[in-house]
C-alpha cells in the first residue's frame, strides 16, 4: 500500500546528542514536510521541500538539519542546538507543489516520531 | 501571513450529542480550506475539504462549509460516537510560489458514552 513510513516511532536521547529521523513516502509525491507537535501548541512547520536537492525553511528551523536526496526520502537531524527536542514529530508529503501545477493542499501524513530527551 | 483561530478546546460531548467547532481563518486571495483529524497517537488525515466560497464539505457525518463573507469554515455533525473522540484542525492553503498549510492548533473532543 502507498503511504508515508516515519521510524523510529519512539525514540530517547541524551542531551548533547544529535539524532535523525526517518521519512520514506512511496506515493511519488514532489513535496514532503516536517512538522513539529507539542502539546496545546498545534503543529509548527520546521522545514519543507518542493523537489530533489532544494529544501526550505519553516517557522522553527533552529537547531534542525534535512536533506532531500530521493524523492522518496526527506530525514530530519534534531540537533544538539536544539533547545528543547522533546515533541512529536510528524511527515507529511503532498502531490502538489504550487497552486499553478493545479495544487489542492492536500497532505498526506505519517504516524509521527516521539523524541524525549532524557 | 496566513492564520487560524479555532474554537479552544477541550469539548466533551456525550453520544448522539450536536458538534460544532469553529475555525475562522485570514488568508491571502482565495485559500482552499481543510480539516483534518488526528486520532490518538497517529498522524493526521484529511477529514473534508473546500475549495471554493459556498462549496460544502462532507465526510464520515461531517459537514464544513467555506464562507467567504465570514472567512469562515466550521466544522460540524449531527449525531456524534466515542469513536469520533479525537483532535480536529483547521488548515487553509493560499496561493503563491511557496504555498503551506497553516494549522489550527487543534480542538480536542472527547466523546462519552
Known amino acids: 500500500d502507498g503511504g508515508i513510513t516515519q521510524s523510529p516511532k519512539y525514540l530517547f536521547r541524551k542531551e548533547g546528542q544529535n539524532v535523525t529521523l526517518s521519512c520514506e513516502q512511496n506515493?511519488?509525491?514532489?513535496?514532503m514536510y516536517w512538522y513539529r507537535q507539542d502539546p496545546g501548541q498545534g503543529l509548527r512547520l520546521i522545514y519543507y521541500?518542493?523537489?530533489?536537492?532544494?529544501?526550505q525553511k519553516g517557522d522553527i528551523a533552529e537547531g534542525y538539519s534535512v536533506s532531500r536526496e530521493k524523492k522518496e526520502s526527506f530525514p530530519l537531524t534534531v540537533t544538539s542546538a536544539q533547545k528543547n527536542p522533546t515533541a512529536f514529530y510528524l511527515c507529511?508529503?503532498?502531490?502538489?507543489?504550487?497552486?499553478?501545477?493545479?495544487?489542492?493542499?492536500?497532505?498526506?501524513f505519517g504516524e509521527g516520531s516521539r523524541l524525549t530527551v532524557l | 501571513g496566513d492564520s487560524v483561530t479555532q474554537m479552544e478546546g477541550p469539548v466533551t460531548l456525550s453520544e448522539e450529542a450536536f458538534l460544532t467547532i469553529n475555525c475562522t481563518y485570514t488568508?491571502?486571495?482565495?485559500?482552499?480550506l481543510f480539516w483534518y483529524v488526528q486520532y490518538p497517537g497517529e498522524g493526521l488525515q484529511l477529514l473534508l475539504k473546500?475549495?471554493?466560497?459556498?462549496d460544502k464539505g462532507s465526510n464520515k457525518g461531517f459537514e464544513a462549509t467555506y464562507r467567504k463573507e465570514t472567512t469562515s469554515f466550521h466544522l460540524e455533525k449531527g449525531s456524534v460516537q466515542v469513536s469520533d473522540s479525537a483532535v480536529y484542525f483547521c488548515?487553509?492553503?493560499?496561493?503563491?510560489?511557496?504555498?503551506?498549510?497553516?494549522f489550527g492548533k487543534g480542538t480536542l473532543l472527547t466523546v462519552n458514552p
Open positions: 473546500a475549495t471554493k466560497a459556498d
Open positions: 488568508a491571502t486571495g482565495y485559500p482552499s
Open positions: 507529511a508529503s503532498s502531490a502538489d507543489r504550487t497552486p499553478a501545477f493545479g495544487a489542492t493542499g492536500e497532505l498526506f
Open positions: 488548515a487553509p492553503v493560499s496561493g503563491g510560489s511557496n504555498y503551506k498549510l497553516t
Open positions: 521541500s518542493q523537489i530533489v536537492n532544494d529544501f
Open positions: 506515493l511519488n509525491h514532489d513535496a
